[in-house]
């Protein structure tokens, strides 16, 4: 399809922003994601939408990050220190992260840190279909965003969808 364009969903952008006396600060990621995928999102019209590492952003901020990141072609999901604890340290990393890696004895679950986990991905599904087009591919990244393809595919359901785990995906005997 024609300007057909392919989104790339992770829960961090290959850059990181801070603010050190009121100004942001910018630093790139490290690790073979960003390294990897840098000619992908670098091209024509795609995208990288993530989070910029930065929590509880002023409106003002927001914009800046934004619009620095757009011209990157990056896309930014600003996420609170709530969704973080909740979403990231708690159900993906206390939940997620034990039982792909045979590890039930120390997986948690919180209902509370589901629901967030619930939420967050909904708040990149938005970000997402407010990109998307019909021809586009998405490819989500990892296990912080297993729910993302089904809420994606819920509301555009034609859109070519690829997923990747970076983590090992436990057998059905984990589950059971």
């Known amino acids: 399809m024609e300007n057909a364009k392919t989104i790339i969903v992770s829960n961090r952008l290959p850059f ?49 990050i934004t619009a620095y990141l757009r011209k990157r072609n990056l896309l930014p999901v600003f996420l609170t220190r709530k969704d973080i604890d909740e979403y990231y340290e708690g159900f993906s990393n206390e939940t997620i992260w034990p039982l792909f890696h045979y590890f039930p004895s120390y997986a948690k679950f919180n209902a509370c840190h589901w629901k967030a986990y619930r939420a967050v ?14 021809g586009d591919t998405i490819w989500v990244q990892d296990y912080q965003l297993l729910v993302l393809p089904a809420l994606i595919r819920e509301r555009m359901p034609s859109v070519s969808i690829g997923f990747f785990q970076h983590i090992p995906f436990p057998s059905f005997e984990v589950f059971r």
């Open 121 to 134: 991905n909904e708040k990149f599904a938005e970000v997402v279909l407010s990109q998307a087009r019909p």
């Open 16 to 64: 990181k922003v801070s603010i050190h006396d009121h100004e942001l600060k910018w630093q790139s990621s490290e690790g073979g994601l960003a390294t990897g995928l840098a000619d992908i999102y670098q091209k024509g019209d795609n995208i990288w939408i993530g989070w910029p590492g930065i929590c509880d952003v002023s409106e003002t901020h927001a914009a800046e």
